[in-house]
T-cell receptor
Framework: ETGVTQTPRHLVMGMTNKKSLKCEQH?????MYWYKQSAKKPLELMFV???????ENNSVPSRFSPECPNSSHLFLHLHTLQPEDSALYLC??????????FGDGTRLSIL | DQQVKQNSPSLSVQEGRISILNCDYT??????FLWYKKYPAEGPTFLIS?????DKNEDGRFTVFLNKSAKHLSLHIVPSQPGDSAVYFC????????????FGTGTRLKVLA
């Protein structure tokens, strides 16, 4: 299923770099989410947007900055990340009470 | 504190047999539970769900059972097939205004041919 597309699929960056992760959903959903998945840990919810408005910030450090210009696009801007931020970042979307649809993720490695 | 727990990190089952994956939760406000399946290099895909007003939901080879008093749910796959080999995540949703899902750590299922 390609309803939720994430780019890039892999990203390697230094701690002083600035980069952005992009998510696009073609399902007409009104909610979008960023999750972080680290090894042997549960998926951690980072941010939730409903109709472009941020409704959840799960105590995420300010070096992660989300942006939702419209209901179909979600970005995660990255700046001065730490090695412990290396993880799989997953985007998801949903409509109302329906289950979430996930993208394939961006594998991020911080050098 | 982890609100959704999958205590078995891995499970191996012979093809054709039943696979049983377990999940425990602590928050009595959860009203909806889901199972997701994840293949390597892909995102999780929704498999089956159950509302807290039910104790069983079946979809083909997949059945989810919910025991509210024990705060326990399980996913049964029968018969298991090699293509079922994946990581299975249990998730729970609370009744708060925003639909917020809490995930377990996952169980890696390997179905042996």
């Amino acid at each position: 299923e390609t309803g939720v597309t994430q780019t890039p699929r892999h990203l390697v960056m230094g701690m002083t770099n600035k980069k952005s992760l992009k998510c696009e959903q073609h399902l007409g959903h009104n909610a979008m989410y960023w999750y972080k998945q680290s090894a042997k840990k549960p998926l951690e919810l980072m941010f939730v947007y409903n109709f472009k408005e941020q409704t959840e910030n799960n105590s995420v450090p300010s070096r992660f900055s989300p942006e939702c210009p419209n209901s179909s696009h979600l970005f995660l801007h990255l700046h001065t990340l730490q090695p412990e931020d290396s993880a799989l970042y997953l985007c998801a979307s949903s409509q109302g009470a329906q289950p979430q649809h996930f993208g394939d993720g961006t594998r991020l490695s911080i050098l | 504190d982890q609100q959704v727990k999958q205590n078995s990190p891995s499970l191996s089952v012979q093809e054709g047999r039943i696979s049983i994956l377990n999940c425990d939760y602590t928050n009595s406000m959860f009203d909806y539970f889901l199972w997701y399946k994840k293949y390597p290099a892909e995102g999780p895909t929704f498999l089956i769900s159950i509302s807290s007003i039910k104790d069983k939901n079946e979809d083909g080879r997949f059945t989810v059972f919910l025991n509210k008093s024990a705060k326990h749910l399980s996913l049964h796959i029968v018969p298991s097939q090699p293509g079922d080999s994946a990581v299975y995540f249990c998730a729970a949703r609370s009744t708060s205004g925003t639909y917020k899902y809490i995930f377990g750590t996952g169980t890696r299922l390997k179905v042996l041919a």
